[in-house]
């Protein structure tokens, strides 16, 4: 998998910095800074410390089977179109050499919804999808929707229904694919969910803990 993260640091030389402190005990492939400079911190093959505790599909050890790319952003603001164009050659890499497909590039917040929030509501996921770099949908559906054909949806999609509540994986799920929407669970989000469980269902090949 490819996981992308926001620094959420005032900088990218301070995120760079701590990013290189053995001490801090975090790292990552690669982090982008706002001009489109990118820093290979890890190599590809081994084993970054970026995901932490969380889970996607079977992957619960989310360290050993993705590349992590820290953008350098604090969360509150546009992504620059530098950083973007940047990030958006190294996934063409990356997803290249590893065989990656769309579906396997996602948020830190999709497989730790409890405790993440990154790459936040600000990053352009749609644009991703457009290239062929991640996916969306724009089902919509009037009226609301049901908690059971939601979590189950969720869970075929890869959200880790199992250990989070049921709104904080409607609020991870929002925060990527209706980050502007908020209120009560409605038509759209099931309508959405259920679309990208049925053409992108996260462990319809072989996978590994």
């Known amino acids: 998998m490819i996981v992308l993260h926001h620094t959420a640091m005032d900088s990218a030389e301070a995120a760079l910095a701590r990013l290189c402190d053995r001490g801090a005990e975090v ?15 890890v190599p590809e093959a081994l084993r970054a410390w970026h995901a ?5 599909g079977r992957v619960g050890d ?10 350098a952003n604090t969360g509150t603001h546009p992504y620059c179109a530098p950083q973007m164009a940047a990030l958006r050659g190294l996934m ?16 830190h917040s999709d497989m730790a ?17 457009r290239e062929g770099l991640s ?27 199992g250990a989070n509540r049921p709104e904080t994986v409607l609020a991870a799920f929002r ?9 009560p669970l409605d038509g ?15 462990d319809r090949g072989p996978s590994s803990p």
């Open 92 to 107: 063409v890499g990356i997803m290249a050499r590893w065989q990656i497909p769309p579906e396997r590039v996602i948020a």
């Open 52 to 56: 932490g505790a969380g889970r996607w």
């Open 175 to 183: 925060l990527r694919f209706r980050p502007h929407v908020s209120g």
């Open 135 to 161: 996916v969306w949908s724009e089902a919509t559906v009037q009226g609301a929707g049901t908690w059971g054909a939601f979590l189950r949806d969720a869970g075929r999609f890869g959200y880790d229904i």
């Open 113 to 129: 919804p409890a405790r993440k929030s990154d790459p936040g509501p600000r990053f352009d996921w749609r644009a991703l999808a």
């Open 62 to 71: 989310v360290n050993s089977r993705s590349i992590g790319i820290e953008l």
């Open 188 to 202: 759209t989000d099931c309508a959405r969910i259920a679309d990208l469980a049925a053409r992108f269902p996260v």
């Open 27 to 41: 790292s990552a492939h690669y982090l982008i800074c706002a001009r489109g400079t990118v820093w290979r911190l």
